[in-house]
T-cell receptor, first 117, second 118 residues
Framework: SQQGEEDPQALSIQEGENATMNCSYKTSINNLQWYRQNSGRGLVHLILIRSNEREKHSGRLRVTLDTSKKSSSLLITASRAADTASYFC?????????????????FGKGTLLTVNP | DAGVIQSPRHEVTEMGQEVTLRCKPI?????LFWYRQTMMRGLELLIYFNNNVPIDDSGMPEDRFSAKMPNASFSTLKIQPSEPRDSAVYFC????????????????FGQGTRLTVV
């Protein structure tokens, strides 16, 4: 079953605008990750935010995390045509064992972002 | 490191045939994940391994699917017999835990195998 659910399912904007995508999840987490997928390619990691963090930045990316609401958002500022891709959030299942680890990385269905030149 | 390597990139097979997908994870990674991606169901986790041991195979759709990881540098996903509804892109990804707090680090994906069963 999918752990994360992104919305919107599709987003179309003009170059230079900001794009915001949201993710909701169901169980506890240790961290939440965002990935990007260009058509027909494998997923590429963008950013990881830990459960004790509320906000994180990387270049034009800004991620927020609200564990009380079990939600996260990804903001891409000053979008470019090259940002056109699908974006996914992923959670690790929340299990943690001091003697080892047992992480189940599951993905939502993604948001298809189209940035028009 | 060349990244996660999957083979073949494309596979077309007839219904009823056995299909074997292969994956070589990044050296040193102790987690390996197999996913299936379709338009209808999105990216589904089929099974994952930790230190070559299968941890959770609850996503494997049927007994026709099986996966193995005989050593740290190789894994296979087998479908026998294959059916048209198995047509999808299958991804392998590998990861490890962070040294600081031992949570799961970023996963690296292969380019996928596009399987078509006719």
């Amino acid at each position: 079953s999918q752990q994360g659910e992104e919305d919107p399912q599709a987003l179309s904007i003009q170059e230079g605008e900001n794009a915001t995508m949201n993710c909701s999840y169901k169980t506890s987490i240790n961290n939440l990750q965002w990935y990007r997928q260009n058509s027909g390619r494998g997923l590429v990691h963008l950013i990881l935010i830990r459960s004790n963090e509320r906000e994180k930045h990387s270049g034009r990316l800004r991620v927020t995390l609200d564990t009380s609401k079990k939600s996260s958002s990804l903001l891409i500022t000053a979008s470019r045509a090259a940002d056109t891709a699908s974006y996914f959030c992923a959670t690790d299942g929340g299990a943690f064992y001091s003697g080892g680890s047992n992480y189940k990385l599951t993905f939502g269905k993604g948001t298809l972002l189209t940035v028009n030149p | 490191d060349a990244g996660v390597i999957q083979s073949p990139r494309h596979e077309v097979t007839e219904m009823g045939q056995e299909v074997t997908l292969r994956c070589k994870p990044i050296s040193g990674h102790d987690y390996l994940f197999w996913y299936r991606q379709t338009m209808m169901r999105g990216l589904e986790l089929l099974i994952y391994f930790n230190n070559n041991v299968p941890i959770d195979d609850s996503g494997m759709p049927e007994d026709r699917f099986s996966a193995k990881m005989p050593n740290a540098s190789f894994s296979t996903l087998k479908i026998q017999p294959s059916e048209p509804r198995d047509s999808a892109v299958y991804f392998c990804a590998s990861s490890t835990t962070t040294k600081t707090d031992r949570v799961l680090a970023e996963a690296f994906f292969g380019q996928g195998t596009r399987l078509t069963v006719v």
